[in-house]
């Protein structure tokens, strides 16, 4: 595992924990939890595959 893999998921585990309490603060309700956590997922899904694309 070289360096170009490390960086980019120590950006996204810093990116989620600097989300991840408002996320959680505006998010109460359980379908609404759960309809934005798919949609973050959707997104991180295909990031990650179009990082996987390029490099």
Partial sequence: MGLEEIVP???L???????????????IEKKTFLKNLSIWGIIVLLLMILLYLIF
Wanted: proline letters at 6%; glycine letters at 6%; a neutral charge.
């Fill in 9 to 11: 998921a120590l950006a």
């Fill in 13 to 27: 585990i810093a990116v989620l924990i600097l989300v991840l309490p408002g996320f959680i603060s505006t998010n």
